[in-house]
């Protein structure tokens, strides 16, 4: 479905298909809408409709037993490396040293990976857990599995063309190895995150109880869901200045329905029992690494830029403020194939 659904609505619409195959994707086919108020505005309010709940939780002021779950562990020697080399490659990702130019536009990964050992060292600092230490063959396992799950996201950008990259001219071998290597960090980033971000107090005092609801007729539920959003990503490639945001929330949708149709245990389950940690924890996560992200990006010479429609605005790094709200059900995104990448193993 993921895969197949954007190229039938294309096909059905009368497109080539070939355009939306190229490899490496250089060719902009998509023109999209010039920036609007009314739909910024619209954009806005939805967004905060959803986010003002969690928002006031968050400020609201409760008796402080500490912030975090401690264990007094040292900060591992092995996250003062990532420390040192996270400073040398981000000097080295936004310098222009001829020396280094040939190397410049391969920082990222270095530079992620570096990242990836710091945010294990906190958790492992703080609670005395990391995916690191904890679950290594899982870890290691996620870095494959992230490649795949991101480049399903360049696949589905084919249609919507929401952002594109600057870098040199590579032959379509080496730009496959040239973006499987950052892509596959992206996982164990967002996951290493919401480890460290989930074992703090704060997301346990506040989301642990959060706001239970009842799903009357959940199958049913999610049939519905499920067609309206395979419908939806059927016509992202013929609408796809309407229809840009469902990149991020109609995959989602549509693993969660198919997991409740078949009986299986979804993070849906712990938010309708008033456990909001994961959700909650998960979807920061993706935006603290989103920020990262962005900032190291902005200044490195080979980088990526965005063209959203309608709401291309105010922009923070590349990204326009309004974007990094598809981070959100991005990191639940990260979180449900890490899921079933678990349950994968334990067969």
């Not at 280094?100 to 990222?108: G, I, R, W, Y």
């Amino acid at each position: 479905m993921l895969l197949g659904l954007p190229l039938i609505g294309v096909f059905l619409a009368g497109n080539p298909i070939s355009r939306y195959l190229d490899f490496p994707p250089k060719t902009q086919y998509v023109l999209h809408a010039p920036f609007s108020w009314i739909a910024f505005s619209a954009f806005g309010l939805c967004i905060l409709a959803v986010l003002v709940p969690f928002i006031v939780k968050a400020l609201r002021v409760e008796p402080n037993h500490g912030d975090v779950i401690s264990s007094h562990k040292a900060f591992p020697w092995w996250g003062w490396l990532g420390v040192l080399t996270g400073v040398i490659f981000w000097i080295a990702a936004w310098s222009r040293f001829p020396w280094f130019a040939e190397l410049q536009p391969f920082t990222f990964t270095p530079l992620w990976l570096s990242f990836i050992l710091v945010i294990n060292a906190t958790s492992y600092c703080q609670s005395g857990r990391c995916l690191m230490t904890e679950r290594p063959g899982f870890f290691l396992l996620l870095f494959p599995v992230s490649a795949v799950f991101w480049w399903f996201f360049e696949y589905l950008n084919r249609f919507v063309q929401n952002w594109y990259y600057s870098i040199p001219d590579f032959s379509s071998q080496e730009y496959f190895w040239y973006a499987t290597l950052p892509f596959s960090t992206v996982l164990p980033a967002v996951l290493s995150m919401r480890q460290w971000l989930f074992s703090t107090r704060w997301v346990h005092k506040r989301y642990g109880n959060f706001s239970a609801f009842t799903l009357l007729h959940p199958g049913l539920i999610a049939t519905g869901v499920l067609v309206i959003s395979a419908i939806g990503l059927s016509g992202i490639g013929v609408w796809p200045n309407y229809l840009f945001p469902l990149l991020w929330v109609s995959p989602l949708l549509i693993i969660l329905c198919l997991q409740t149709l078949l009986g299986e245990r979804t993070i849906i389950d712990e938010m309708r029992a008033g456990d909001w940690r994961i959700a909650v924890s998960s979807a920061l996560a993706a935006l603290i690494c989103g920020v990262f992200w962005e900032m190291w990006n902005y200044f490195s010479l080979a980088k990526w830029e965005y063209s959203i429609p309608f709401v291309h605005r105010f922009q923070i790094f590349e990204m326009p403020i309004l974007g990094y709200a598809g981070y959100l059900p991005f990191g639940l995104e990260c979180t449900v194939v890490g899921g079933m990448l678990e349950r994968m193993l334990k067969k």
